[in-house]
């Protein structure tokens, strides 16, 4: 099996850093394939723009949306762009690993779905939409590092809205609307609040999910 892991963190002392190395040494031990596209390592640029192709199509009016469509039928995607559609293509599972900002994913790996889930590659041209869509039969999940305790993730929390209902717009506007089959989030809370043991648990825990989804 071939595993992408898309690491969002710039501290590789980090905890999300530590969760990345659990994952990597849990797929390597059981002889699977693994890729980490480390995006600040990489110094990856989430902005989109000309610089994505190395030739822009002869249409009168530039779009976006229309010059990915371009580049992926005549091959024109930059070096970097490709190099990550590679990766995803030859992954089975995807892992997006990251801390939640603004109930959102960082402006890297917002950037990193922006330029690479190119139209034309991973939705559009001759591929669907959710059970039709390109990656339908791959898996893929989140896993994620909050600076809030759980607490605040429940209606009558902090924040007033469940952890549920503000990853919905990545986990089925994004990875499932290109057909990724979504598997439950891994979530560590106040992880920078919490304690060194309490920490090793997280990672222990981790461990038990992987192994639950992915050792049958």
Same mark, same amino acid.
């Given at each position: 099996?071939?595993?992408?892991?898309?690491?969002?963190?710039?501290?590789?002392?980090?905890?999300?850093?530590?969760?990345?190395?659990?994952?990597?040494?849990f797929f390597e031990n059981k002889g699977d394939s693994v890729r980490v596209s480390d995006l600040y390592e990489m110094g990856f640029n989430p902005v989109g723009g000309k610089h994505d192709f190395k030739s822009l199509s002869e249409a009168t009016y530039y779009?976006?949306?229309?010059?990915?469509?371009?580049?992926?039928?005549?091959?024109?995607?930059?070096?970097?762009?490709?190099?990550?559609?590679?990766?995803?293509?030859?992954?089975?599972?995807?892992?997006?690993?990251?801390?939640?900002?603004?109930?959102?994913?960082?402006?890297?790996?917002? *950037?990193?779905?922006?330029?690479?889930?190119?139209?034309? #590659?991973?939705?559009?041209?001759?591929?669907? !939409?959710?059970? $039709?869509? +390109?990656?339908?039969?791959?898996?893929?999940?989140?896993?994620?590092?909050?600076?809030?305790?759980?607490?605040?993730?429940?209606?009558?929390?902090?924040?007033?809205?469940?952890?549920?209902?503000?990853?919905?717009?990545?986990?089925?506007?994004?990875? *499932?609307?290109?057909?990724?089959?979504?598997?439950?989030? #891994?979530?560590?809370?106040?992880?920078?609040? !919490?304690?060194? $043991?309490? +920490?090793?648990?997280?990672?222990?825990?981790?461990?038990?999910?992987?192994?639950?989804?992915?050792?049958?």
């Open positions: 099996m071939n595993v992408l892991i898309v690491h969002a963190h710039e501290n590789p002392d980090s905890f999300s850093t530590a969760l990345c190395k659990t994952a990597v040494s779009k976006y949306a229309m010059e990915q469509l371009y580049a992926y039928k005549e091959k024109e995607f930059s070096t970097d762009i490709q190099q990550q559609m590679d990766a995803v293509e030859q992954a089975d599972v995807l892992i997006l690993n990251f801390p939640l900002w603004w109930f959102g994913l960082p402006a890297i790996l917002k *950037g990193w779905i922006d330029r690479v889930f190119a139209y034309g #590659f991973a939705y559009g041209n001759d591929y669907g !939409i959710y059970g $039709e869509g +390109r990656f339908k039969s791959k898996k893929a999940f989140l896993s994620i590092s909050t600076g809030s305790p759980a607490s605040f993730y429940e209606k009558e929390g902090m924040h007033k809205r469940e952890l549920s209902d503000i990853l919905r717009n990545i986990k089925e506007g994004i990875l *499932g609307l290109v057909g990724y089959t979504v598997l439950p989030s #891994f979530v560590t809370h106040a992880v920078s609040r !919490i304690s060194k $043991e309490e +920490r090793i648990a997280y990672l222990e825990q981790y461990t038990t999910y992987l192994d639950q989804e992915f050792s049958h």
